[in-house]
């Protein structure tokens, strides 16, 4: 499909900009209303887009109508968050004469939309992380218009999701120019630098999000740019936890790691064993059952095949399963230790996105702690362990809490909830910004700012900051003693 021209672009981010003030005018419930329409709108489509999507992007029919359904879920969570209201964070600090540190005014603070959002599209979930996806979800939720760079992998599906889009967002009332879908890998970085995008969001690669994110903050007005870029997701597994349930662990591993052929941003990339834990055979067997499944596109293919040779290349990394990369990809297993990994760390410590991972065994505690604290920021890390290893547990868990944003126990890190409690960042080259959440209601403050109202009249003040609170929000009153 052709990009969009530098004039189209021009006018979608002046209808953007346009539309900006109505839309973050508006009451939250008004708002809701909106973003469930979006979400019926695109659950009476599936049957369009689901094979649209299969088309594009050589995912199954029950996958794609499995994450259309969580698309629409997490809209309609959104939608809740609106009417909830809690979300804005309004509050109403009384002014007070007798305050200790002297006469205090009145002073009313709430949250409000930073703008157009600029959204970049993943190739890897078509709909919950491209178009209709979390970021998009966030972006409307939080009052903010959306011009989106789709992702070359499925442009047809993206315009058409786009089109659904716009048409709900019209018929339910919200302002034109509310949300657009662009194309064109240069129409994405030319947005980026306009100054009428006030926030980005991007789900990708490290080397394209670090870039985009340096464009960011090379603007004469640099924005908010919220990244995730790359994840290993290592996961520790205790001598006990080996001895009691190590089969059932070398199952739930393989199964974890070749789940979508590895090209889940959660899938966990090393697998940290005691040297003696006996499970190659189980863990090379598993591997080896597993069916050929073809990469997303070309593109992807090409990176993974790259990225597994200079891995298998790495002196003192033995295969456990071969894998092919030839019909489609077959998952590839390998293996080394603890020195190995340290001494080779540009080659091992780097996101291989694909049907791949390693085992590392360690020789001691003390091993599995300097393995720990190796790694730069992640996603998430997971242990395995049992009630007797109180001790070392908790000295991994201090060391990995430090490294990621989500913390497992006794599970596999390949499902995030879509829920208020869910933390889907982490350090840097997890996300840029481990403050913030791309997943659950918490990533609708990415798109917020607080502002201070002092002493201003009821009049003039907005909404939820009214004496009469008009929308019926929650508001948090702090009154003189």
Known sequence: MPDTTPAELDTALQRAADAAEAFGAQAPATRARQIRAVADALDAAAGELVPLAMAESHLGEGRLTGELKRTTFQLRLFADVLDDG????????????????????????VLVPVGPVLVFAASNFPFAFSVAGGDTASALAAGCPVVLKAHPGHPRLSVRTGEIITDALAGSGAPEGVF????GFETGTVALRDPRIKAAAFTGSVPAGRALFDIANSRPTPIPFFGELGSLNPVFA????????????????????????????????????????????????????????????????????????????????????????????????????????????????????????IVVTYASEDEARRAAEAFEGNLTATLHAED??????????????????????????????????????????????????????????????????????????????????????????????
């Not at 809690?86 to 603070?109: E, M, N």
């Open 86 to 109: 809690g979300y804005l964070q309004a509050t109403v600090d009384s002014a007070d004469a007798g305050f200790p540190l002297g006469a205090k005014p009145d002073l009313r603070r």
């Open 180 to 183: 657009h879908v662009v194309l």
């Open 238 to 357: 205790t001598p006990n936890a080996v001895r009691a349930r190590g089969e059932e662990i070398a199952k739930g591993y393989v199964t974890s790691y070749s789940g979508n052929a590895g090209q889940l941003c959660t899938k966990p990339g090393l697998l940290f064993l005691p040297a003696d834990h006996g499970l190659d055979e189980v863990l090379a067997e598993e591997s080896k059952a597993v069916a050929a499944h073809k990469l997303l596109n070309d593109r992807l293919h090409e990176g993974y095949c790259t990225r597994r040779a200079a891995v298998t290349e790495v002196p003192g990394v033995r295969v456990l399963a071969e894998g092919s990369v030839d019909d489609g990809a077959v998952p590839t297993l390998l293996t080394t230790d603890v020195d190995t990994l340290l001494a080779n760390r540009e080659a091992l410590l780097e996101e291989v996105f694909g049907p791949l991972s």
């Open 388 to 481: 007797d290893d109180a001790e070392f547990a908790a000295s991994l868990v201090n060391r990995l809490r430090d490294r990621a944003g989500r913390l497992l126990f006794n599970g596999w890190p390949t499902g995030v909830a879509v829920s208020p409690a869910m933390q889907h960042g982490g350090p840097y080259p997890a996300t840029t910004d481990a403050r913030f959440t791309s997943v659950g209601t918490a990533a609708i403050d990415r798109f917020l700012r607080p502002v201070t109202y002092q002493n201003v009249p009821q009049n003039l003040l907005p909404e939820p900051l009214q004496d009469e609170n008009p929308w019926g929000i929650p508001q948090t009153r702090h009154s003189p003693k």
